[in-house]
Each structure stands twice: as structure tokens, then as C-alpha cells.
């Protein structure tokens, strides 16, 4: 950590506490309008062209760029601070959704120029998730806060996104349209960069050329600092495995999401607010099952939870829709399935907080987490064409039954034991120089 950590009694500790309030704040915001364009756009476009591989190809022109774009871009967050790259990217995020709905209005609005703009959002959201990311270690410890409870109160923040976020797009879109979300979601974005460059002071998250390297260390660049955290990623057999199984998840989640459940909106006649209602029915439990790992997380053994969290996540939601399930039964497993990922997140994260080494931070998550994120421009794609050419039922069979077996199998693997010993973060730091070493294998274990 750089600086002082300030007192924690009366104004210092309320000042102490203030990184992390800002920070959780900007990401309530932020992933809340993230969360009303995932409800928005991929409406927009199925109503308006009527195809779902339409639909799939606008989700793949967005996070196609934002997986790239994030894993090359932790070098630079890194080396810039992630605090500059937060608001500064938050910015172009703001301007390229609200171009969206000032095109339409002004009738300049066509599907290829949609699919650039969408692009642009892609490209800017990544590196500023994994800057707000990034940061989550250094604001815990200038609030004395753990960092398992951090990362759980992270959680909490991504999960009442998850649940605010589809309720006010569902309903948003259902009365005044899709393109008015989008509009709302411009505004998050603008408001997300001002919290940030408001509420952070300026020492946080500065740049890692501005810390001090040890003796007889240069200051790497670009391409050495990225082959470093290719190097240490190599040497990380549980994060490699977690990475892998994740990033077959997230393929999954996103054909669910971006394709599946609109389809199946649009084909059962529940429409727009009824993706909106599900979605914050599950997020409303991720948000207590959040809540429960920021206050037991440290007690319970990672592990069990982690593998209990994903087989009440996973296939069911899809079971549930491929079945003539009255609504309130897929409301209900919508809720279980949110209560087991809201302990997700916050193992994952306190994971990686541990096992990175701090001043590597950006390049290693930047890479894991553009790897783990790799599948999900092709899940719409894919779940699109899958849609079309066999119909929806057969696809969310296939895509539940695919999530069992990734999540189960993954399961088997010798290195999931390591994820219950619990390991002080930093812990790979003590040798000067380890973290740049990572490249030629050279890991202090």
C-alpha cells in the first residue's frame, strides 16, 4: 500500500473509510446503467429487426472489444493508475451510449453504424471494470476494512447493480422504450466518472512507475510488463483452472442472457418487464447471499461454497425455461440461483487479491479476466444461430446441461485444494522482485 493508512476514530476514520465508499459507489452506478443496457439494447435490436442472430451479432460487437481491449490494457492501468483510467474511460463510455439514442432521434441511426458505436462502448468499459477492480485491495486497506469483507461488500454492490439494474431497464423499456435506457444508462456512466475523480484522492491507485521498484530494478515496459503477467499466470495451475471453467461459464451465461431469455420473453408473451422482474428476483438474493459472505466469508471453507454457489446458478435457470414451469416457479429458481452466485464473486476476487502480487494487479486481471470473459461474445453469436437453426427449447437444454458438467467436472481437478488455505495477501511479495521475475518462472511461493 502507498501512504499512511488514517486513524480510525471520529472525522480520520470516517476519511479512512471514504476510498472505499467512493469506489463502491462509482460501481453501484456504473454496473447499475451497465445493467439497464443489457436489458435495452439487445431489445432494441430484436424489435426492431425481429432476428435473433441480429440480436447475437450487436452482443459479440460489444464484448469482442471489451475482452480484447481489457487484456491489453493492464499494462497501462498499471502504469497509469487505475483511478485516471476509471473516470477517463467512464467518459467515452458516456458518449458513446449516448450517441445511440441522439442518432435515432435525429434518424442517422443504422445497423452498421450501431455495431462500431457498440464497439466503442466494449472497448472503453474494459480497462475501466478493471481499474474500479484493481483498487478494491488499496481502498480496503486505507479503511482497515478485510479483505475478504471488501471484496463481499464489492459483491453486495455488483449484485444490487444486478438487481436495480434489469428492474428499472425492464420497466424503463416497457414504457418509454429501449432507447430511453440507453439514455439513462449514458447518464450512469457520466455520473460513475465523477464520483471517481471526485471521491478518490489523488495518491490512490497511482501509477505503478510512481512506486518505488526495488534496488537494481528498471522500469519495465509495455510488452515486458505483459509477458510478466503472462509468466505468472503460467505458474498459477488454480487460477488457470478457475479461469478456464469461468470463462465456459460466462459463454453460457451470456447466450442466456443476451439471446435465450429475450427469446423466450418475446415467444411466451411476458415481454421486456418480465426480463427485468427475473432478473432482479435473482439479484435480490445474490444481494443477500452477498451480504452473508461479507460477513461469514472468512469462516467458511471456499471450496464447498464455491462449487454449491455454481450448481444453484448454473443449469436450472435454464431447466426452468426450457419446461412449461408456471411463473412463479421460474421466479423461484431464479432466487435460488442468485442466493448461490452472490458467494461467488467475492471468493474469486479474494483469490486473486491474495495471489497476485499488488503491483501487479492490473496485468494479471487484466489477462485472467479478459481470458475468463473470452467466451461471452461468442455466447450470443453462438445461442443466436443455435436459436434459429433448432429452436429455443433444444438450445437452453443443451446450454444447462453444458453448465453442469463444466461446473462439476472443473471440480475434479488436484489444485482446487489449495483454494482453502487461506494465504495473507501480498504473501508473494516478500522476496524483492518476485512479480517482475514471473516471466521466466521465477515464483516465490
Not at 466494449?122 to 485491495?137: F, I, Y
Not at 459483491?155 to 424503463?172: H, M, Q, Y
Request: a positive charge; glycine letters at 14%; one cysteine or more.
Amino acid at each position: 500500500m502507498t501512504g499512511e493508512v488514517p486513524g480510525g476514530d471520529g472525522i480520520s476514520g470516517r476519511r479512512a473509510l471514504r476510498p472505499l465508499g467512493g469506489l463502491l459507489a462509482a460501481l453501484a452506478v456504473s454496473l447499475t446503467g451497465t445493467r439497464i443496457s443489457a436489458v435495452a439494447l439487445p431489445w432494441f435490436v430484436l424489435v426492431t429487426t425481429h432476428s435473433a442472430t441480429w440480436t447475437g451479432l450487436v452482443a459479440f460487437c460489444e464484448m469482442a472489444p471489451y475482452a480484447v481491449v481489457k487484456a491489453l490494457s493492464g499494462p497501462l492501468v498499471d502504469r497509469s493508475g487505475p483511478r485516471v483510467i476509471s473516470w477517463s474511460t467512464d467518459l467515452v463510455s458516456a458518449a458513446a451510449v449516448g450517441a445511440v439514442p441522439l442518432l435515432h432521434a435525429l434518424d442517422l441511426l443504422s445497423l452498421p453504424l450501431l455495431l462500431p458505436l457498440v464497439a466503442l462502448i466494449g472497448a472503453a468499459r474494459g480497462p475501466g471494470d478493471l481499474a474500479k477492480q484493481v483498487m478494491v485491495p488499496e481502498a480496503a486497506e486505507r479503511g482497515r476494512v478485510p479483505l475478504e469483507r471488501a471484496t463481499g461488500l464489492s459483491g453486495v454492490t455488483e449484485r444490487l447493480a444486478a438487481t436495480l439494474g434489469p428492474a428499472a431497464g425492464g420497466s424503463l423499456v416497457a414504457l418509454l422504450g429501449p432507447l430511453t435506457g440507453l439514455a439513462v444508462n449514458a447518464a450512469c456512466c457520466a455520473l460513475g466518472s465523477v464520483i471517481i475523480a471526485l471521491t478518490l484522492p489523488r495518491g490512490m491507485g497511482r501509477a505503478a512507475g510512481e512506486v518505488p521498484l526495488p534496488p537494481g530494478e528498471l522500469e519495465p515496459g509495455y510488452w515486458r510488463r505483459f509477458g510478466a503477467g503472462c509468466g505468472f499466470l503460467r505458474g498459477e495451475p488454480l487460477l488457470l483452472t478457475l479461469i478456464v471453467m469461468v470463462g465456459v461459464t460466462n459463454l453460457l451465461d451470456a447466450a442466456f442472457t443476451t439471446v435465450l431469455l429475450p427469446v423466450w420473453a418475446e415467444e411466451s408473451g411476458n415481454g421486456p418487464a418480465v426480463i427485468g422482474l427475473n432478473s432482479a428476483v435473482g439479484g435480490a438474493a445474490a444481494v443477500a447471499g452477498s451480504l452473508v459472505a461479507a460477513a461469514m466469508g472468512h469462516r467458511m471453507r471456499r471450496r464447498v461454497v464455491f462449487f454449491a454457489g455454481f450448481l444453484l446458478a448454473g443449469a436450472p435457470k435454464f431447466l426452468v425455461l426450457a419446461s412449461p414451469a408456471p411463473l412463479w416457479a421460474v421466479f423461484l429458481v431464479f432466487a435460488a440461483g442468485g442466493f448461490g452466485a452472490g458467494f461467488l464473486n467475492p471468493i474469486l476476487a479474494a483469490l486473486s487479491f491474495e495471489r497476485v502480487p499488488r503491483r501487479m494487479l492490473g496485468r494479471v486481471n487484466a489477462l485472467g479476466n479478459a481470458l475468463a470473459w473470452a467466451g461471452i461474445p461468442l455466447g450470443g453469436l453462438i445461442a443466436g444461430a443455435a436459436v434459429t437453426s433448432f429452436g429455443l427449447v433444444p438450445v437452453l437444454l443443451l446450454g444447462g446441461a453444458a453448465y453442469f458438467l463444466t461446473t462439476n467436472l472443473a471440480g475434479l481437478r488436484p489444485e482446487w485444494r489449495e483454494m482453502d488455505r487461506l494465504r495473507r495477501p501480498g504473501v508473494r511479495e516478500r522476496h524483492p522482485g518476485a512479480g517482475d521475475r514471473a516471466a521466466a518462472g521465477d515464483l516465490t511461493k
